[in-house]
């Protein structure tokens, strides 16, 4: 497995409440990616950094935002959660040599009550 | 834009009998094609991908998928499947040259014994 971690893997928080969601990676790939998982819609593109503090935005991105100090850490924030949040997120990562070949964390899934 | 189009949802299929898993595309320029599988409560494996070459790309558990332009498809395929296939199965495109990828929404294969 590609060295992916995703903290925390399960979380239950409330609406109007901050959440940050944290991947780590170990293979000092350049490309970090953060998808959502829904029922019918697959995955689809939150963020994406391709270097430190180089982050852009992807399909989905109101409500979230990121942040990567380090190569090795991508942070995703919900400012101020809403149930529409509710999902499992998954990181992802990705090298220039392996063209647009992307690495998979195991997932968070997040429940906005 | 890019979009990527799986139309069955859900496909049951008897063990030893061979599937085929739809994915058609849009795009007006040149494509890399992916084909990722979720085990239940896991992250996304990559499978098998296109980049160039030759048009059949075949994965090591017996998966093959053939990239046919006109028709704008990449259908995964196996001729005889077995119960751990049960999965389910996404169809990813990124254009050439660029690290973002874009799924469809997943099909689920479930492999009756």
């Known amino acids: 497995d590609a060295g992916i971690t995703q903290s925390p893997r399960h979380k239950v928080t409330e609406t109007g409440t901050p959440v940050t969601l944290r991947c780590h990676q170990t293979?000092?790939?350049?490309?970090m990616y953060w998808y959502r998982q829904d029922p019918g819609h697959g995955l689809r593109l939150i963020h994406y950094s391709y270097g430190v503090k180089d982050t852009d935005k992807g399909e989905v991105s109101d409500g979230y935002s990121v942040s990567r100090s380090k190569t090795e850490d991508f942070l995703l924030t919900l400012e101020s959660a809403t149930s529409s949040q509710t999902s499992v997120y998954f990181c992802a990562i990705g090298s220039l040599q392996e063209v647009a070949e992307q690495f998979f964390g195991p997932g968070t899934r997040l429940t906005v009550l | 834009a890019q979009s990527v189009t799986q139309l069955d949802s859900q496909v049951p299929v008897f063990e030893e009998a061979p599937v085929e898993l739809r994915c058609n595309y849009s795009s007006s320029v040149s494509v890399y094609l992916f084909w990722y599988v979720q085990y239940p409560n896991q992250g996304l494996q990559l499978l098998l991908k296109y980049l160039s070459g030759s048009t059949l790309v075949e994965s090591i558990n017996g998966f093959e998928a053939e990239f046919n332009k006109s028709q704008t498809s990449f259908h995964l395929r196996k001729p005889s499947v077995h119960i751990s296939d049960t999965a389910e199965y996404f169809c990813a495109v990124s254009l050439t040259g660029a690290n973002n990828l874009f799924f469809g929404t997943g099909t689920r294969l479930t492999v009756i014994p």
């Open positions: 293979e000092n790939h350049r490309y």
